[in-house]
C-alpha cells in the first residue's frame, strides 16, 4: 500500500514537471513566432519598486538572461547607512544605539551616527599581516544633518569611532606613564624634583590615554615612559613638554638627571675631505697615503740600524743598484738614425 502510494506521489510530480516545460516551450514558441513572421519583438517593462537612483549596472550589453538574474542594483542616496566591519572582541562592546563618530571622510566636520543593529553573525577575514581575524558586520544611520554628508555616496570610505562609554570631567594620564606593581598599577610622580612611586586605581582606557579613579590629584606631575633607571627618590627634572599630553594630572615629560655629554661640532662643508656623522675627517686616499710613507720610513730605520756606519753590505748594494743606476729608455737613447738606401 505504502508503495503504490509514493509511485503514484512520483507519477504525478513527473507529470507536474512535464507539463511546466511543455508551458515553458510553448512561452518560447510564441515569442519567437513573431520574430521569425518578420514582426518587432516582444518588449517586457520592468518597473523599480521605489523612487531611487541607478547605482551599477550588472548587464550593459543586450543577451539572454535567467530568471532571477540581476540587471542592475538601484538605490536613494537620501537614506544612505554605514556597514563597518569590526573584531569579534570588540563587537560585544558594542550595543544598539551606541554614538558613532565618522572622520577621515574627505570633509571638514565631525559626522555622527548612531547603531542600528549588531548582526548576530561572523565571519573570518585575514588581515593584511595574514592573520586570520572573526569580525562582525555593524550596521550604523547617519544623525547628522543630511547637508553635512551630502557628496557622500554608495561606497564611499569612511572611518568609524564608537562610543561605548564616556563621562565628564575625568581625570586622564597618559598610559605610557603607567606599570605593573604586583597586583596593581602605578606611576611615578614628580615631588619636589625627585620621583615618588604612587599606586593608583584605573578605570577606562582609550588607546593612549587611562581614567585615573584615584591617587593622583589634578595637576601632579608625572614621568611619562620610565625606564629601569627610575627608582622611588630619584631625582628628575622636566624635558620640553608634550602637546599631546599636556593638562591633566600629566605635566609633561621627566628624565634622569645626568651632566650633559660634549659632542662634536657638525661640518658645515668638507670640500674635499669625507664628511661621516657630522664630523670632518681625512680623506681614506690620505689616510693611505700617511700610512705607506709611515713604512717606508719605518723600513728605512730598521735597514740604517743593521748596517755599520761607513759600510754597506753586497745585499743592500745590490738592492739599491738598479734604483741609483736605471738603463736609458729607447725613447732617450743617443742613437740618430739616417736614410740610406739599398
Known amino acids: 500500500m505504502a508503495r503504490s502510494q509514493a509511485a503514484r506521489l512520483a507519477a504525478e510530480h513527473a507529470a507536474n514537471v512535464a507539463r511546466f516545460e511543455l508551458d515553458v516551450a510553448r512561452a518560447a514558441l510564441a515569442r519567437t513566432a513573431g520574430l521569425q513572421a518578420g514582426g518587432p519583438g516582444e518588449t517586457i517593462d520592468v518597473r523599480a519598486p521605489v523612487d531611487a537612483q541607478v547605482l551599477k549596472l550588472a548587464r550593459e550589453s543586450e543577451g539572454a538572461v535567467q530568471a532571477g538574474q540581476s540587471l542592475l542594483e538601484i ?43 549588531v548582526e548576530p553573525t561572523g565571519f573570518t577575514k585575514v588581515s593584511a599581516l595574514g592573520v586570520e581575524e572573526q569580525r ?18 554608495d561606497g564611499y570610505r569612511v572611518e568609524a569611532r564608537f562610543v561605548i562609554w564616556e563621562g565628564a570631567e575625568v581625570l586622564q594620564i597618559p598610559a605610557g606613564a603607567l606599570f605593573r606593581d604586583r597586583d596593581g598599577w602605578a606611576v611615578y610622580a614628580v615631588e619636589a624634583g625627585r620621583a615618588r612611586m604612587k599606586a593608583v586605581q584605573i578605570g577606562q582606557r582609550a588607546g593612549l590615554v587611562a581614567e585615573v579613579k584615584a591617587g593622583l590629584a589634578v595637576g601632579e ?42 659632542r662634536p661640532v657638525p661640518a658645515t662643508s668638507c670640500r674635499g675631505n669625507r664628511c661621516r656623522a657630522g664630523v670632518v675627517r681625512p680623506a681614506r686616499a690620505s689616510r693611505r697615503a700617511a700610512r705607506a710613507v709611515a713604512a717606508l720610513a719605518t723600513t728605512r730605520r730598521r735597514r740604517s740600524a743593521r748596517t755599520p756606519a761607513g759600510r754597506t753590505s753586497a745585499a743592500s748594494a745590490a738592492r739599491t743598484a738598479p734604483r741609483s743606476a736605471k738603463s736609458p729608455s729607447p725613447a732617450r737613447s743617443p742613437i740618430s738614425w739616417r736614410a740610406s738606401r739599398t
Do not use: C, M, Y
Not at 544633518?145 to 557622500?152: A, S, Y
Open 221 to 262: 606631575s608625572i614621568v611619562n615612559h620610565p625606564d629601569d633607571k627610575i627608582r622611588d627618590g630619584v631625582k628628575v627634572k622636566p624635558r620640553a613638554l608634550s602637546r599631546q599630553h599636556s593638562g591633566g594630572a600629566a605635566g609633561g615629560h621627566f628624565t634622569r638627571a645626568r651632566p650633559r655629554r660634549p
Open 75 to 117: 538605490g536613494n542616496p537620501e537614506t544612505l547607512e554605514v556597514e563597518v566591519e569590526v573584531l569579534s572582541t570588540q563587537a560585544v562592546k558594542i550595543a544598539p544605539g551606541s554614538r558613532v563618530l565618522f572622520d577621515r571622510w574627505g570633509g571638514d566636520t565631525l559626522l555622527q551616527g548612531a547603531v542600528r543593529i
Open 136 to 153: 562582525v558586520r555593524v550596521i550604523v544611520d547617519f544623525t547628522s544633518n543630511r547637508d553635512q554628508w551630502r557628496r557622500l555616496g
